[in-house]
């Protein structure tokens, strides 16, 4: 399987069905098995996952964990109806998703209000967690799933911070960047230098395109 393309022009994507995924509020307790929140990230450390055994000779201690992390600004800007990402962590550009049908959607002016993203990809790195913390200090949501390569939209939810504090991810956790609630935002990520991606994209996988409200209404509490 290929990896996925994620610069592309939206209406080159097909319109489908969407499928609602619940907004949680995040808090720690809602948060576990998925992560947990970040009040302060100059005292918060990464999570790097040991190299694998591949035999039963076992892996020496203290090797194998050293490969470290980046950290770099990763912005987001909504261009009409179209959400882009950019992280300097690793270098990388994405169209996350749009407010409208991809037929429909347009860059130039906004056609749809932006109270949701439709998500079409999830990814999770293997070989770290990753750190979202809010540099403009405004709501955002980071939805995600538990790990397992068995991913359905079922099993996606998105967390809701109001911007106070930030949420960091275990490895392995499903996920896809950031959303702002607002036009732009920027956060500091913070994540494994070695930067492997398991990706899925699910309008191809699954027929929908998954729908991540973006308004405080929509938010619940476990």
């Given at each position: 399987m290929s990896a996925p393309e994620y610069m592309f022009e939206a209406s080159s994507k097909p319109s489908l069905p969407w499928h609602e995924v619940p907004l949680i509020r995040a808090t720690n307790d809602s948060l576990k098995g998925y992560g947990q929140l970040v009040e302060d990230p100059s005292t918060f450390d990464i999570e790097i996952t040991r190299w694998p055994q591949q035999g039963w000779r076992p892996i020496d201690e203290g090797t194998g964990d050293e490969g470290g992390y980046v950290e770099g600004t990763f912005k987001c800007d909504w261009r009409g109806d179209v959400l882009y990402g950019e992280n300097e962590a690793v270098k990388g550009n994405y169209v996350?998703?749009?407010?409208?049908?991809?037929?429909?959607?347009?860059?130039?002016?906004?056609?749809?209000?932006r109270d949701q993203v439709l998500l079409w990809h999830m990814n999770y790195h293997p070989d770290g967690g990753q750190l979202f913390f809010p540099l403009d200090r405004k709501p955002f949501i980071v939805p995600a799933a538990l790990p397992g390569d068995n991913l359905g939209p079922e099993k996606v939810v998105a967390f809701w911070s109001d911007g106070s504090v930030g949420i960091y991810i275990h490895a392995g956790i499903w996920h896809e960047g950031v959303f702002p609630v607002e036009d732009s935002q920027r956060f500091l990520d913070r994540q494994g230098a070695v930067h492997a991606r398991v990706s899925a994209d699910i309008g191809k996988e699954f027929g929908v395109y998954l729908s991540c409200p973006l308004t405080a209404d929509k938010v619940k509490d476990l």
């Open positions: 996350l998703g749009w407010s409208n049908n991809p037929q429909k959607a347009r860059t130039d002016s906004q056609t749809a209000p």
